[in-house]
């Protein structure tokens, strides 16, 4: 019997920019260096959509976030997810490379300084950014000079009373804390509504511009600045006689025309992960089958 595990590491590269002398008609070079490697996961995340995870990271450090459902039939709290945060220090560089080294034998003589966080899951319920079974995380954020880790969801808040789909609730919050030593948890709410998490990178879209309007929820949008175009991705919040509750592809021309829904074709190839990419020329995303798919506008 082979018993198939999905390793996962993490690289990073020095990238400087060389630009040409003024009197020279040179394109400007690029140097790619290799910095570091390490593992992300003891084990290694299964390849299925059910499983996520979040990072980020800056020169110094690297951060990452991960949400997996509970597989074992032998715990107390299989319901619950299993959630896990770790944060690296990249700021050395090393040639040691974990992924040509499956039984660490020559770990130790490396010199990389390896993760200095790993909250436990009832450390993220303390600092009230434990996820459990509804992801609203949509962004974290590293401050290496001071440590500090920022930790900004989306949450939709019951409301009481008379219900009214154009009348939604979100509470927008971000979370502040040290990742290297101790100290205070700064929680602040933001009265702004923010594109709510809708599969992995959403973290990555763009704000929603101008008044959202009622009816729709926004899930993600991606503009072309020099061309003033335009696409989102939307989900109608009502369901009638004439309308459903359903997906919606949509672009608009200019910064202040109208949006114009695309076809329903389109949605299902693109809009099934929640996030979209492209310019007035290209519009990226995934289908169903996790595929990749460019659409072409000419």
């Keep these: 019997m082979v018993d198939k595990v999905h390793r996962h590491f993490a690289s990073c590269y020095d990238v400087t920019l060389a630009q040409p002398s003024t009197t020279t008609s040179a394109a400007a070079q690029v ?26 990271h800056t020169a110094k450090h690297y ?13 107390g709290d299989e319901d619950q997810p299993i959630e896990a945060l770790f944060v690296w220090d990249i700021s050395s560089s090393s ?5 040509d080294d499956p039984t660490n034998i020559h770990a130790r003589r490396t010199n990389e300084k390896g993760h200095l966080s790993g909250p436990s899951m009832r450390e993220l319920e303390w600092l009230g950014i434990r ?3 509804s992801i609203s995380l949509t962004r974290i954020e590293i401050d290496s000079a001071n440590e500090v880790l920022m930790w900004r969801e989306n949450r939709f808040a019951n409301q009481y009373g008379y219900f009214d789909p154009a009348e939604r609730c979100w509470e927008s919050t971000s979370t502040s804390f040290k990742f290297v030593g101790a100290g205070a948890v700064l929680r602040r709410t ?28 926004p899930v993600c949008e991606v503009g072309d600045d020099q061309s003033q ?12 006689l004439v309308v459903e509750n359903r997906l919606l592809a949509r672009l608009r021309l200019e910064e202040d025309g109208e949006w114009m829904n695309l076809q329903d074709d389109i ?11 492209g310019d007035e020329r290209w519009l990226i995303g995934q289908n169903n089958k996790l595929q990749l798919v460019v659409a072409r506008f000419q």
């Excluded at 949605?267 to 990419?277: D, F, L, N, P, S």
């Design 267 to 277: 949605v299902k190839e693109v809009g099934c992960m929640g996030r979209i990419a």
């Design 95 to 99: 040639d040691y490379r974990p992924s």
């Design 63 to 75: 951060a990452l976030y991960y949400w997996q459902p509970n597989r074992s039939l032998w715990t």
């Design 31 to 56: 140097s790619v260096k290799f910095r570091s490697e390490w593992r992300v996961h003891f084990l290694g995340l299964p390849l299925t959509s059910r499983d996520y995870f979040f990072s980020t």
């Design 229 to 240: 175009v335009k696409f989102g991705l939307i989900e109608t919040c009502f369901t009638g």
């Design 190 to 217: 933001a009265d702004v509504e923010l594109v709510s998490y809708r599969g992995h990178c959403s973290m990555d879209s763009t704000e929603v511009t101008g008044e959202i309007e009622g009816w729709f929820l």
């Design 131 to 133: 996820q459990h079974a």
